[in-house]
T-cell receptor, first 114, second 113 residues
Framework: KQEVTQIPAALSVPEGENLVLNCSFTDSAIYNLQWFRQDPGKGLTSLLLIQSSQREQTSGRLNASLDKSSGRSTLYIAASQPGDSATYLCAVRPRKGSGSRLTFGEGTQLTVNP | DVKVTQSSRYLVKRTGEKVFLECVQDMDHENMFWYRQDPGLGLRLIYFSYDVKMKEKGDIPEGYSVSREKKERFSLILESASTNQTSMYLC????????????FGPGTRLTVT
């Protein structure tokens, strides 16, 4: 059974710092991996989608990498801002079982201090 | 712009009531999903639908049913609400196939008393 782990569970950094969030998964047989952002009490906002054939994706100050063979993905946030404070979740789409469903990690709660 | 809406942001119901949660997407997506999110348990899939009138059980379907009569609308039904169904409910949609992103609605915070 696919399991997704995100470490650390919480992270607090000063404004302006570059930071890396980690995501690991137990089964490398995936179609793709998606990173989301969730603000308190709100739904999930899709940030980046990396297909299994890709190594990285970039959007503005965000860069996500994927190393499928080692079961790892990282989300790099450059020049962090207080508005980046949120919970960040990663999710994989496993090849085994129904192809449309996602398996989620529990998230990293990020606080960027002014 | 991608849009998934849910009928209520907050809902309070009594034990034993029948509860309907509605989700509508305007992107002509084939797939629609219902999740619940609980502290320490993360997001868990309740049901999903890959076409009108088609549905498939997720990881925790017990106590829930779903209805998809039109492509844009996916309803989650709690037949007889219980206190352990107090949770945040999130709806999502995506295009058919495995290469596409899932887009989420704003969530419904349901409290069953």
């Amino acid at each position: 059974k696919q399991e997704v782990t995100q470490i650390p569970a919480a992270l607090s950094v000063p404004e302006g710092e570059n930071l890396v969030l980690n995501c690991s998964f137990t089964d490398s047989a995936i179609y793709n991996l998606q990173w989301f952002r969730q603000d308190p009490g709100k739904g999930l906002t899709s940030l980046l989608l990396i297909q299994s054939s890709q190594r990285e994706q970039t959007s503005g100050r965000l860069n996500a990498s994927l190393d499928k063979s080692s079961g790892r993905s990282t989300l790099y946030i450059a020049a962090s801002q207080p508005g980046d404070s949120a919970t960040y979740l990663c999710a994989v789409r496993p090849r085994k079982g129904s192809g449309s469903r996602l398996t989620f990690g529990e998230g990293t709660q990020l606080t960027v201090n002014p | 712009d991608v849009k998934v809406t849910q009928s209520s942001r907050y809902l309070v119901k009594r034990t034993g009531e029948k509860v309907f949660l509605e989700c509508v997407q305007d992107m002509d997506h084939e797939n629609m999903f219902w999740y619940r999110q609980d502290p320490g348990l993360g997001l868990r899939l309740i049901y999903f639908s890959y076409d009108v009138k088609m549905k498939e059980k997720g990881d925790i379907p017990e106590g829930y049913s779903v209805s998809r009569e039109k492509k844009e609308r996916f309803s989650l039904i709690l037949e007889s609400a219980s206190t352990n169904q107090t949770s945040m409910y999130l709806c999502a949609s995506s295009s058919a196939g495995v290469a596409y992103e899932q887009y989420f609605g704003p969530g419904t915070r349901l409290t069953v008393t």
